[in-house]
């Protein structure tokens, strides 16, 4: 098989890294593995696998006549049979298939704000679905979504995975006191609710001042991190809870931390906590979108009510005091995330599923 992986940017978000996962994992599975970025390129560009075929289209508009003439170029160049579209790239996808008609369309989406999909309503998407071979959903809600509101009965169900991450070459050091560190892997948006975990902060700061908050995850400058930076300000925080940004070295920073937390909204299934599996860390999450189907139990992990500050700090003040348990937690999470969220159980499954798709399509 020939597939190319098309994402709209390779910042550091949960979409984006997936691509860039699946880009890496196929290319030692496929004949041909590519991965296309539209609008942006980022710092996840540094994880992408030396055997994967890249190419940058430059996008400037929703309708770019050179971004599509590069992309139709380089899918008759690289005789691409299957394109993997990432949330929104399926547009100039589909467009590429009008002067590509042989090339078949998977799109993934990565849809966040799984709970509220009563709302969700887009009419290109609809449209377009009409030319997809098969979609792929990250959690059960947005697959009955795609039955329902979507032209194309072929929906799969397949969760995020996780590849081991190459060490980075950075000594890049948190602040804070070594095996006092909190960590939160987050783009600062609202969804992710960072507003509990600096309340949270300010009173388990009273009992336990030595212990730190690091976040990190791009911040856009926008009203909502404005006021997160401010809040920590006002509460005369700034050397309890830090932010970092976009950082392209997480593994390294998630072994710098000894409790990691996910303080979000809604979400799909989290890249974060998988992340915090592969690093052994005892993990405080909202119960929320798939997370329960990584954190199945108090022994892997400890799941509170979305928006609980109660509930927040009394699990983050659990584990801080419980190092065992911290210990044997982290331990739990990692072989579930290992038996369970791993390149090769996911990507047979992945492989199989195109090849009944494309054989049933011939």
Known sequence: MR?????????????ERMAVNYANA????????????????GLLLDYLDEKV???FLKKKSSIDPKALSR???????????????HSSSFFIATLAKIFVPKVKIIWHDHFGVSQDLDSRKSLILKIASFLFLGIISVNDYLKK????????PNVSYFPNFILESVDSLSNFKLKGIDGRRIVCVANLRPQKNHELLINGAEVLHQKFPEWSFHLIGKDFHDDYSKNLVEKVKDLQLTETVFFYGEMNNTQNLLRQSKIAVLTSHSEGLPLAVLEYGLSSLPVVATDVGEVKKIIQSPQEGLLIESNNLEQFIKAVEYLIEQEETRKIMGE??????EQNFSKKSILNGYIAWLKSLTTFAK
Do not use: P
């Open 3 to 15: 597939i190319v992986q098309i994402i709209d940017s390779l910042e550091t978000g949960g979409a």
């Open 145 to 152: 979504w795609a039955l329902d509101y979507l032209h194309c």
């Open 332 to 337: 739990k999470l990692f072989s579930i995330v």
């Open 26 to 41: 196929l290319s030692e599975k496929v004949e041909f593995s590519g991965l296309i970025a539209t609008r942006k390129e």
């Open 53 to 55: 075929s890249y190419s």
């Open 71 to 85: 992309l139709i170029s380089y899918l008759k160049r690289n005789k691409v049979e299957i394109i993997h579209a």
